[in-house]
């Protein structure tokens, strides 16, 4: 009988070592490499390997051509299959597409299994037959979140199982689903594979076994998957390159707000969003985000800039708050929420070299409202306003909102979709913008938005009259 070979995998990224060690060689991460069986190597992998001395066709056995199109090729678009929520068909790129792999990440309790009811119930109100499986839940608790969010009524067919043949058998006994969701995915095993349920062996074969049923039956598969302490999809090298879409949930605990955003879409556009309200009754949609992210903000405070931004094709206005405060301590402290620390690290030493703005003995603090992250280097202008707003005790003007990417050398720099942020800002009565000298703005936005061009950093750094030290 012969041996078992064994290998040794990271859980936190997927790379495979000969031997065990304490800490990853690939990713750095600590105690994430287990035991597993080895995956035996697929037919057309040993013949590519070995086989000296004959031809490719001869070593991969019995082959067929594979049909060759020209670029010019007539090419139709992918149906689709609305979920009747707006904002998460938003995201999507339209809604469902039939056969394609959906996979839903964010934090324990974010809201990924509400917002997945809400959908399958809505689908399968229209007529359409979708399959709810839990790994995780009885069908009990299920039901109770069913009642809670007022659809225990709709026709979902609901079940718990995590065995992959006892799913699959299940898809097949009753015709394909329209949708079939899976909560979630790092509980499903497989008697085939030598390795315990969560592992990366067991999410690449359950994975793939379930994508190729779904795209073979015309059914759309959603999984749901858990997230690491740093915010990532466990597995994130196996499962995001299997699927055609990646939806993380964003948000924090303290906040009712929550964004829905695609990281990858093969049918639809990248870092688009989805914002949505946490209620008593389930997850609602937010059809204006600006006004409601500027619904509480301080007006008239030091250390507030109104930010207008971009999230995928969408306008958003955000309020970004910054504190600086006189530093107790040797190495003064610098947090940021919803920001890249290292963006904000970079706008503090292009304040101190180029604008003669002296940080290094405050305490800096940076905030944005909402639980919003964001993500596109045109927040910079909106973050350094915020910072030398709190430095000066000035505050800047209610009616201005700041967009503009700043270089190392203290420049301002144009940013994309003008038009579309003044038209948002000036939708919510806001009459003035500083923004990038370099940019340009058609005649009718000039007319409802007074534009305040500034080339220098220096420039927004004198409007405060922040003085250098």
């Not at 497989?190 to 690449?204: D, F, H, K, M, N």
């Not at 993380?248 to 639809?268: C, D, I, P």
């Not at 870092?271 to 008239?300: T, W, Y």
């Not at 940013?415 to 009565?429: F, I, N």
Request: hydrophobic share 45%.
């Amino acid at each position: 009988m012969a041996k078992t070979s064994r290998a040794f995998v990271c859980q936190a990224c997927g790379a495979v070592t000969a031997r065990w060690s304490g800490k990853c060689p690939s990713c750095g991460e600590w105690n994430s490499i287990i035991e597993e069986a080895a995956p035996s190597g697929s037919p057309a992998l040993v013949a590519i390997r070995g086989g000296k001395g004959r031809s490719a066709s001869g070593r991969l056995g019995s082959a067929r051509l594979a049909p060759l199109e020209t670029l010019a090729a007539a090419s139709i678009d992918a149906p689709r299959l609305p979920t009747g929520i707006a904002e998460l068909d938003r995201v999507l790129g339209g809604g469902l597409v039939p056969g394609s792999a959906v996979l839903v990440g964010g934090d324990p309790g974010i809201g990924k299994s509400t917002l997945l009811l809400q959908a399958a119930a809505k689908l399968a109100e229209t007529g359409a037959r979708v399959v709810y499986l839990s790994g995780e839940e009885a069908p009990a608790q299920v039901r109770m979140r069913a009642v809670r969010l007022g659809l225990a009524q709709a026709p979902v067919a609901l079940g718990t199982e995590t065995n992959l043949a006892n799913i699959v058998a299940t898809l097949e006994a009753a015709g394909p689903p329209s949708l079939v969701v899976i909560d979630s995915v790092q509980t499903l095993w497989s008697e085939a594979v030598e390795a315990a349920p969560g592992t990366i062996s067991q999410l690449r074969g359950c994975a793939s076994a379930l994508i190729s049923h779904a795209k073979g039956s015309g059914s759309t598969l959603v999984l749901v998957g858990h997230v690491t302490k740093d915010g990532q999809i466990a597995g994130p090298k196996v499962i995001e390159h299997m699927v055609d879409t990646v939806l993380y949930f964003e948000g924090l605990s303290g906040h009712q707000f929550r964004v829905l955003r695609a990281v990858k879409n093969r049918f639809g556009p990248t870092d688009e969003i989805g914002v949505f309200e946490m209620r008593q009754d389930g997850l609602k949609e937010v059809e204006n985000p600006s006004a409601l992210f500027l619904n509480d903000r301080d007006r008239g405070a030091p250390g507030t800039a109104v930010f207008a931004g971009m999230e995928g094709t969408r306008p958003i206005l955000v309020e970004i708050q910054a504190l600086v405060a006189p530093s107790l301590l040797g190495t003064p402290r610098r947090a940021v929420v919803g920001w890249d620390p290292n963006r904000l690290a970079m706008l503090i030493a292009v304040l101190e070299a180029r604008c003669g703005v002296r940080l290094g003995s405050y305490d800096v603090y940076l905030n944005v409202a909402g639980g919003l992250r964001l993500q596109e280097p045109a927040a910079d202008l909106a973050a350094a306003a915020a910072l030398v707003s709190s430095l000066a005790g000035q505050p800047a003007p209610e009616d201005m909102v700041y967009f503009g990417e700043v270089s190392l050398t203290g420049a301002v720099r144009a940013v994309g979709h003008m038009d579309q942020r003044l038209k948002e800002a000036a939708k919510l009565g806001f009459t003035r913008a500083t923004v990038p000298a370099t940019a340009s703005a058609s005649d009718r936005e000039a007319k409802i938005m007074r534009l305040l061009p500034v080339s220098q950093l220096e420039e927004l750094v004198a409007s405060f009259g922040a003085t250098s030290e």
